[in-house]
């Protein structure tokens, strides 16, 4: 028996259906298909009871490598700091400029998908940059 666990990141929103398509764009993760029987995930909510509608929302990595993410409506909204946060790898393995250029890249390309950019955190003796930034609902992530 292996010991190694699946593990699945569960996002608390306002938004299900808009956030997971939002990290889909991100991450280029996709919709899995709806319950066998249903041509759309908008069919299949519609048979859930009304409270259930809407409620939640699923995207997943195509080549299964990734863990998939779970979006779970829930009635507060965002107050503190995340304590777990993603870290989007768009620089692995450039230094410098080139690494700054590469977030600063894909930092344009999100923002133009509604996300919003917090701070660059410039390379020191330990760490190299890495670009702080917020998802649609406020959620923090970084580009590192």
């Not at 965002?78 to 890249?105: I, M, Q, S, Y």
């Amino acid at each position: 028996m292996s010991s190694i666990k699946q593990v699945q990141v569960t996002f608390d929103c306002a938004e299900p259906e808009r956030l997971a398509r939002f990290w889909c764009e991100v991450l280029g993760y996709v919709v899995p298909p709806p319950p066998e029987g249903f041509t759309s995930w908008a069919e299949y909510d519609r048979t859930l009871p009304p409270e259930r509608q809407g409620a939640g929302f699923v995207c997943r990595d195509p080549e299964g490598q990734g863990p998939r993410l779970y979006f779970q409506r829930v009635p507060e909204g965002k107050v503190v700091k995340n304590r777990v946060h993603l870290d989007v790898r768009v620089g692995t393995g450039l230094v410098g400029e080139e690494r700054v250029a590469a977030l600063e890249a894909e930092c344009a390309r999100l923002v133009e998908l509604g996300a919003q950019r917090v701070r660059l955190l410039v390379a020191d003796e330990y760490d190299e940059s890495c670009l702080v930034m917020q998802d649609i609902e406020g959620n923090e992530f970084c580009l590192d």
